[in-house]
Every structure is written in C-alpha cells, then in structure tokens.
C-alpha cells in the first residue's frame, strides 16, 4: 500500500480482480482490515494525515502521528 493523501475519499479493496472491500479511508484503513486483505499482520500510522502501512500487530489500534 502507498501513501493515502488525507483528500482520498473512498478506498476500494480488490483480491484476484474482486471488490472484497469499499468505503472511506477511516473505515478500511484499520490494521484488522489490511492485514486479513494482505493476509500478514499490519501496522496503520497517518503522520499529518497522510496513511501508511508497516509490518506489525493487527490487534494495535491506528497510530495518529
């Protein structure tokens, strides 16, 4: 996942061509969601609003920077 600009209003999940998720950034850019879509534990921090992904626990909750 690349950066999410804090402008973005829906992001939209796609496994083997299939939408398996769509809504705004807040509601799918949770570490849970990420991590069953990517299928590895992942990690959320938004330093001055803008998303980012990392290797990490599911279970933290979205780090706000």
Same mark, same amino acid.
């Given at each position: 996942?690349?950066? /999410? @600009?804090?402008?973005?209003? &829906?992001? *939209? ?5 299939? /939408? @398996? ?15 069953? *879509?990517?299928?590895?534990? *992942?990690? @959320?921090?938004? +330093?001055?609003?803008?998303? &980012?992904?990392?290797?990490?626990? +599911? ?7």
């Amino acid at each position: 996942m690349d950066t /999410i @600009v804090p402008e973005m209003q &829906r992001v *939209l999940f796609l496994t083997q061509r299939t /939408i @398996v998720g769509d809504g705004n950034p807040r509601e799918m850019l949770r570490p849970t969601a990420l991590s069953e *879509l990517f299928q590895t534990p *992942l990690n @959320v921090v938004e +330093p001055m609003g803008f998303a &980012r992904s990392f290797p990490g626990s +599911p279970k933290s909750s979205t780090l706000l920077c």
